[in-house]
């Protein structure tokens, strides 16, 4: 199996631009991949997007499902794919959230690594991530949303530990795509784990001015889902929840794909890169 992604990864357009790279972090070696967009040129500045990979998934993997690289290519920004210890992240269930795997310290000290071998735009940092990955991005917008301006989670709601611990809003973009037929994660929560979609989107808004937004889309009715929205900003800090009906544990516009878990529907309704780009792009 790992050879036969190999030899996909090696097929894909722009991978020879994708470097894995390692940081020497608490006497651990910490692995990554870092992919320039066409034509980087040292002498700008550019975005970065951290995407964060699943529970039991490599960066290789995410790089491949999500297809990030080709939205970093047509937009000019960089993608960093860090590795979790033991392809996991510390979301506060599962291990110990203070005393568990510092992966807010990794994250922190990757973006500093980042910011000396890379020329970037220190107002456009944002992380992404799926799953255990969109969990942990909770987690980095509570504690780090000096670095991070933005944060886009698929298929993760709010872990109860990140409430615990953060109580009050942060000033951080937050965008929160779930769909309603999860049976990973459940858009309804779960007790002593993780809030609902909804309540997670209630934590995050806080109670900003400004008028709440709310609409859907199904342009392909063939596809068996549908989007609702949302959105409500303060300042130029958005929160947006995008509900997939009939949606899975999936990331929105992918190719549909079979893993033997029961992760049900890819939509096709929304290109979720693209409009997590507009989304990122417009927090600052």
Known sequence: MKKVLLLLLTCMPGFALAQTKT???????RRYIVYTPKGYDHQKSYPVVFNFHGGGMTPAEQMLYTRMNETADKYG??????????????????MSYKNGTDDIGFTDALLTQIEKEYTI???????????RGGFFCHRIAAEL???FSAVATVGATLPDSVAYYHPG????GV??????????VNYEGKKGGYYSA????????????GEEKQYTKDRIPEDSTSVEILEKTSGKKSVILVSIDNGGHTWPGADDFNIGLPIGLTSK?????????KFFNSQK
């Open 23 to 29: 940081l020497e972090y608490k006497e651990m070696k």
């Open 77 to 94: 920004f960089i993608v960093v794919y860090p590795k979790g210890i033991q392809e996991d992240w510390n979301v506060g269930f599962g």
């Open 121 to 131: 735009d220190s107002k456009k940092v944002f992380a992404t991530g799926l799953s």
């Open 145 to 147: 949303p000096h670095r």
């Open 169 to 172: 809003k942060k000033e951080v």
């Open 175 to 184: 965008l929160i795509v779930h769909g309603k037929a999860d049976r990973v």
């Open 198 to 209: 909804l309540n997670t989107y209630k934590y995050w808004m806080g109670q900003p001015e």
């Open 269 to 277: 309704e929304l290109n979720i890169n693209e409009y997590m780009w």
